[in-house]
């Protein structure tokens, strides 16, 4: 069983989807992943990602926001 930790929900303005970044922690080998959920809708879209792509879909945002004056 995995134990589920709620970490961001964030409502986009235009579109109104809603996406939750959760922790996913599974007991039986002790990985820890990162659930990223996007509703829109009825419809939902789940990526459960490592660290390491977490890292860098993170970094990919950040330096796009810095190119449209958003930090």
């Known amino acids: 069983?995995?134990?589920i930790?709620?970490?961001s929900k964030i409502q986009v303005p235009?579109?109104?989807q809603q996406i939750e970044?959760?922790?996913?922690?599974?007991a039986q080998d002790g990985?820890?992943?990162?659930?990223?959920?996007?509703?829109e809708g009825k419809r939902f879209?789940?990526?459960?990602?490592?660290?390491?792509?977490?890292?860098?879909?993170a970094t990919a945002m950040q330096q796009w926001a810095k190119t449209q004056g958003n930090e």
Do not use: N, P, Y
Request: net charge neutral; proline share 0%.
């Open 1 to 3: 069983m995995a134990q």
């Open 31 to 39: 990985m820890s992943m990162m659930r990223v959920r996007i509703r």
């Open 21 to 26: 970044l959760q922790q996913i922690d599974h």
């Open 45 to 57: 879209t789940i990526f459960d990602i490592d660290a390491a792509t977490a890292a860098k879909w």
């Open 5 to 7: 930790t709620e970490l």
């Open 14 to 16: 235009l579109g109104g």
